[in-house]
């Protein structure tokens, strides 16, 4: 590596090094790779920092890309130590930052490659290298490699206002992550963007960065107010819901109040207009009481008490018209005030300047907003609404708060049993579900988030978690999708309109999830199956209600077999069923002998949705979790396995069962991109070993080599679900539906040299 030290003006020795580096990037060590990417950062640099201004941009974009391959590496370290790389890199072409933001190859990056190593024997790199490289690893399963492209964000957003605003729908959905580093990354890369006037917040995002307003994490919340500080808010009803958000924050975090008292005074001092017309509109709320009592241990009234003081300071306008008594009762807040103005004025400063505002005030003709900025078109009035609808929810929040509160210090409590924890959560999560109903799904998601860390944080202690704690672990996120798919369900509704898109998507992965629960878990109870099965009856009322009639047969299909299992348990164990499983019955068999088709009754389903509450769920048995893990040992792009085009190809995978009996049906799954499968069935008695874990090697036939000189496999294994009535048409594989047991593992090939 350089030493700060050492300065080398040899252009000639710098790029010698520099491809020697870039050479090792291919090297069969991670660790070599690890250390020739720090390698190839730094020698790059020098290079381009040597190159005349005319090539310089070339060559930070040839830089650029040659890092971009790494991002891909089978080594977290390595892919970190990448994206590390990126953020370092001070000029890159907008075109190139844009492809990487976008899988398909753009008209810009088609033609364009640059000198570097691509592949062991191709030395050049084309530009369409970069495509998708920030997007995967902001998506990348290790929560160290997305905090890293987090990072590179920040220092690339800088070079291009074009490519901030492609990326600041994603840098929204980070802040929804399970990681705290990884959201607090997020905020700060946004809030970098709004120091350099690149963050464009629309209001279908505003609503995800208020909701880290209410984080738990003390560092999250003020990395929020920072940004939401900077941002600007061009319509009334977002600068609404940034106060109301605000002011919740305060509510629920009292120990926050000098920094939001800042955030309030900064932002209305930059939104002058906004804070005159609300400052009118809950007038009421800051006048005295009957008795002459100020309400200044209402922390709403303070709020909006600092927002109302920040309005003579407006850029937007010289002369203000709030009522002059209004800086009167602030002068009562003056010590708090001092506190969260410290870094505007001192608090002489602030009791003149309240004294001097009391005095006198004039109203202006500019105030008169005539529409401008304040469009008052349907989708402001609702979003204000919801805001009000909410904030009538600060009793419930309180509430959800104290819940979130006692879980967290149950689960700190070494005294309390392994089985407690997930306990505790299970019980917990029928208080969610009215948050759900009335829309709250910020609240819920992040206290479905608080659960989800504490319940990981004490299952990362053993090295294979307990199948309760998956089982919780699994229903928290079944919930988080049944309760967005609630959302989007009901705003659409509420709009009139039907459509599939986001609603679609959750639903599909929300079935798959709750058939996982039912076919992963040994050890379930009648009365847990039923619960699933519950769930998953929701799922298909909430596909057939919002007007989503394509595969109505499967699907009607689909639910019928799920209510013939509801049946045949509640015959079994003697189980009571609830209103909305006897509703959903009743109408399904009103839909089956209808003879002007099914379609007309499917808007009956939309009832039975109001039917449906959450109930209160116990495990009551020990739980065994099936698992599986699949490897290829010494396989990478690195070390590719040779074959013959148009021979079969043996792979040695090395397989590990977790809690799979010999009776289980498992296949082992090749796929070829998205054409071709193949099945190979492990017949679990020829390996013998325990139920609990049994581990042996498996060479899987490949029979459809390509005829190309590289490709690559996905090799997994999947359970087949005998109960299930949906049928397969394999001729030599699976019969019913599968459920897979672990990730797909990649494995590379290349054709044999002769």
Same mark, same amino acid.
């Given at each position: 590596?350089?030493?700060?030290?050492?300065?080398?003006?040899?252009?000639?020795?710098?790029?010698?090094?520099?491809?020697?580096?870039?050479?090792?990037?291919?090297?069969?060590?991670?660790?070599?790779?690890?250390?020739?990417?720090?390698?190839?950062?730094?020698?790059?640099?020098?290079?381009?920092?040597?190159?005349?201004?005319?090539?310089?941009?070339?060559?930070?974009?040839?830089?650029?890309?040659?890092?971009?391959?790494?991002?891909?590496?089978?080594?977290?370290?390595?892919?970190?130590?990448?994206?590390?790389?990126?953020?370092?890199?001070?000029?890159?072409?907008?075109?190139?930052?844009?492809?990487?933001?976008?899988?398909?190859?753009?008209?810009?990056?088609?033609?364009?490659?640059?000198?570097?190593?691509?592949?062991?024997?191709?030395?050049?790199?084309?530009?369409?290298?970069?495509?998708?490289?920030?997007?995967?690893?902001?998506?990348?399963?290790?929560?160290?490699?997305?905090?890293?492209?987090?990072?590179?964000?920040?220092?690339?957003?800088?070079?291009?206002?074009?490519?901030?605003?492609?990326?600041?729908?994603?840098?929204?959905?980070?802040?929804?992550?399970?990681?705290?580093?990884?959201?607090?990354?997020?905020?700060?890369?946004?809030?970098?963007?709004?120091?350099?006037?690149?963050?464009?917040?629309?209001?279908?995002?505003?609503?995800?960065?208020?909701?880290?307003?209410?984080?738990?994490?003390?560092?999250?919340?003020?990395?929020?107010?920072?940004?939401?500080?900077?941002?600007?808010?061009?319509?009334?009803?977002?600068?609404?819901?940034?106060?109301?958000?605000?002011?919740?924050?305060?509510?629920?975090?009292?120990?926050?109040?000098?920094?939001?008292?800042?955030?309030?005074?900064?932002?209305?001092?930059?939104?002058?207009?906004?804070?005159?017309?609300?400052?009118?509109?809950?007038?009421?709320?800051?006048?005295?009481?009957?008795?002459?009592?100020?309400?200044?241990?209402?922390?709403?009234?303070?709020?909006?008490?600092?927002?109302?003081?920040?309005?003579?300071?407006?850029?937007?306008?010289?002369?203000?018209?709030?009522?002059?008594?209004?800086?009167?009762?602030?002068?009562?807040?003056?010590?708090?005030?001092?506190?969260?103005?410290?870094?505007?004025?001192?608090?002489?400063?602030?009791?003149?300047?309240?004294?001097?505002?009391?005095?006198?005030?004039?109203?202006?003709?500019?105030?008169?907003?005539?529409?401008?900025?304040?469009?008052?078109?349907?989708?402001?009035?609702?979003?204000?609404?919801?805001?009000?609808?909410?904030?009538?929810?600060?009793?419930?929040?309180?509430?959800?708060?104290?819940?979130?509160?006692?879980?967290?210090?149950?689960?700190?409590?070494?005294?309390?049993?392994?089985?407690?924890?997930?306990?505790?959560?299970?019980?917990?999560?029928?208080?969610?579900?009215?948050?759900?109903?009335?829309?709250?799904?910020?609240?819920?998601?992040?206290?479905?988030?608080?659960?989800?860390?504490?319940?990981?944080?004490?299952?990362?202690?053993?090295?294979?978690?307990?199948?309760?704690?998956?089982?919780?672990?699994?229903?928290?996120?079944?919930?988080?999708?049944?309760?967005?798919?609630?959302?989007?369900?009901?705003?659409?509704?509420?709009?009139?309109?039907?459509?599939?898109?986001?609603?679609?998507?959750?639903?599909?992965?929300?079935?798959?999830?709750?058939?996982?629960?039912?076919?992963?878990?040994?050890?379930?109870?009648?009365?847990?199956?039923?619960?699933?099965?519950?769930?998953?009856?929701?799922?298909?009322?909430?596909?057939?209600?919002?007007?989503?009639?394509?595969?109505?047969?499967?699907?009607?299909?689909?639910?019928?077999?799920?209510?013939?299992?509801?049946?045949?348990?509640?015959?079994? #164990?003697?189980?009571?069923?609830?209103?909305?499983? !006897?509703? @959903?019955? /009743? *109408? =399904?068999? &009103? +839909?089956?002998?209808?003879?002007?088709?099914?379609?007309?009754?499917?808007?009956?389903?939309?009832?039975?949705?109001?039917?449906?509450?959450?109930?209160?769920?116990?495990?009551?048995?020990?739980?065994?979790?099936?698992?599986?893990?699949?490897?290829?040992?010494?396989?990478?792009?690195?070390?590719?396995?040779?074959?013959?085009? #148009?021979?079969?190809?043996?792979?040695?995978?090395? !397989?590990? @069962?977790? /809690? *799979? =009996?010999? &009776? +289980?049906?498992?296949?082992?799954?090749?796929?070829?991109?998205?054409?071709?499968?193949?099945?190979?069935?492990?017949?679990?008695?020829?390996?013998?070993?325990?139920?609990?874990?049994?581990?042996?090697?498996?060479?899987?036939?490949?029979?459809?080599?390509?005829?190309?000189?590289?490709?690559?496999?996905?090799?997994?294994?999947?359970?087949?679900?005998?109960?299930?009535?949906?049928?397969?048409?394999?001729? /030599?594989?699976?019969?019913?539906?599968?459920?897979?047991?672990?990730?797909?593992?990649?494995?590379?090939?290349?054709?044999?040299?002769?």
């Amino acid at each position: 590596m350089l030493s700060n030290g050492i300065v080398v003006e040899d252009r000639s020795l710098v790029e010698g090094c520099y491809f020697r580096a870039v050479a090792l990037l291919f090297d069969a060590e991670n660790c070599v790779r690890c250390s020739a990417v720090r390698a190839v950062s730094q020698w790059g640099q020098l290079l381009v920092a040597l190159n005349p201004d005319e090539t310089k941009r070339d060559w930070s974009d040839a830089l650029f890309v040659q890092l971009c391959l790494m991002i891909r590496d089978t080594d977290m370290e390595i892919r970190v130590t990448a994206f590390n790389a990126l953020g370092k890199i001070q000029t890159v072409s907008e075109d190139i930052l844009l492809q990487t933001l976008s899988k398909k190859a753009s008209a810009a990056t088609k033609q364009k490659s640059y000198p570097g190593q691509y592949t062991a024997k191709l030395f050049k790199v084309p530009a369409t290298a970069a495509a998708f490289a920030l997007v995967h690893g902001l998506e990348d399963e290790f929560y160290q490699v997305r905090k890293s492209a987090c990072h590179a964000l920040k220092m690339l957003t800088v070079l291009s206002a074009e490519f901030s605003r492609g990326v600041v729908h994603i840098l929204i959905d980070m802040l929804n992550d399970d990681s705290m580093v990884v959201r607090l990354q997020a905020l700060e890369t946004l809030h970098c963007m709004a120091m350099h006037d690149y963050l464009k917040v629309e209001e279908s995002h505003l609503d995800m960065l208020l909701g880290s307003l209410m984080d738990n994490n003390a560092l999250i919340r003020s990395a929020a107010r920072k940004t939401v500080h900077l941002t600007k808010l061009q319509k009334l009803a977002m600068f609404r819901s940034c106060i109301e958000s605000l002011i919740k924050n305060l509510e629920l975090y009292p120990q926050d109040e000098a920094d939001i008292f800042n955030v309030l005074y900064k932002i209305g001092r930059e939104h002058g207009k906004f804070v005159i017309n609300i400052i009118k509109e809950v007038s009421q709320e800051l006048e005295p009481t009957f008795d002459g009592h100020l309400a200044m241990n209402n922390v709403r009234t303070a709020a909006l008490l600092v927002l109302a003081i920040s309005a003579p300071m407006s850029l937007e306008q010289k002369i203000c018209s709030i009522p002059p008594q209004i800086f009167s009762y602030a002068v009562t807040l003056l010590d708090r005030l001092s506190c969260g103005l410290a870094d505007v004025m001192d608090q002489n400063t602030i009791l003149a300047y309240l004294s001097h505002c009391s005095r006198f005030t004039f109203a202006s003709a500019s105030e008169n907003f005539e529409g401008q900025a304040l469009d008052s078109h349907l989708k402001d009035i609702r979003l204000w609404k919801k805001s009000g609808e909410i904030c009538h929810l600060f009793s419930e929040s309180m509430e959800l708060k104290k819940v979130t509160s006692l879980l967290h210090g149950n689960l700190l409590d070494p005294h309390v049993k392994k089985a407690s924890f997930s306990e505790a959560v299970l019980r917990k999560m029928v208080d969610l579900w009215p948050l759900i109903q009335l829309g709250c799904m910020n609240e819920v998601i992040q206290t479905l988030r608080s659960w989800k860390e504490e319940l990981r944080n004490y299952t990362c202690a053993s090295h294979r978690p307990d199948g309760a704690s998956i089982f919780a672990l699994k229903y928290l996120h079944v919930i988080k999708l049944i309760g967005k798919a609630w959302a989007c369900y009901s705003s659409l509704k509420n709009l009139q309109f039907k459509g599939m898109g986001g609603l679609e998507a959750l639903l599909i992965k929300t079935e798959r999830r709750l058939k996982e629960m039912l076919y992963r878990f040994a050890g379930l109870s009648r009365e847990e199956n039923l619960h699933i099965l519950e769930l998953m009856l929701v799922t298909y009322t909430l596909k057939f209600s919002y007007g989503g009639t394509c595969c109505l047969e499967y699907y009607m299909n689909r639910l019928n077999f799920v209510l013939s299992r509801v049946e045949y348990l509640r015959k079994e #164990g003697s189980l009571e069923l609830s209103d909305f499983v !006897i509703e @959903l019955q /009743n *109408i =399904s068999c &009103e +839909i089956g002998n209808s003879e002007d088709g099914s379609i007309n009754k499917l808007c009956l389903l939309q009832k039975c949705l109001n039917l449906f509450s959450l109930k209160h769920f116990v495990l009551s048995r020990e739980l065994k979790y099936l698992d599986a893990e699949v490897d290829v040992c010494g396989n990478d792009f690195q070390n590719p396995l040779p074959f013959i085009s #148009g021979l079969p190809v043996g792979i040695p995978v090395d !397989i590990t @069962l977790y /809690n *799979i =009996s010999s &009776e +289980i049906r498992l296949w082992l799954e090749i796929t070829l991109g998205e054409s071709l499968t193949q099945f190979v069935f492990l017949d679990l008695h020829e390996f013998g070993g325990l139920n609990e874990m049994r581990k042996f090697t498996f060479v899987a036939p490949f029979y459809k080599t390509p005829n190309v000189k590289y490709f690559s496999l996905k090799v997994s294994i999947a359970m087949e679900c005998m109960s299930e009535s949906h049928h397969f048409k394999h001729r /030599n594989g699976p019969k019913y539906e599968l459920v897979h047991l672990c990730k797909g593992r990649e494995v590379h090939l290349s054709m044999a040299v002769k």
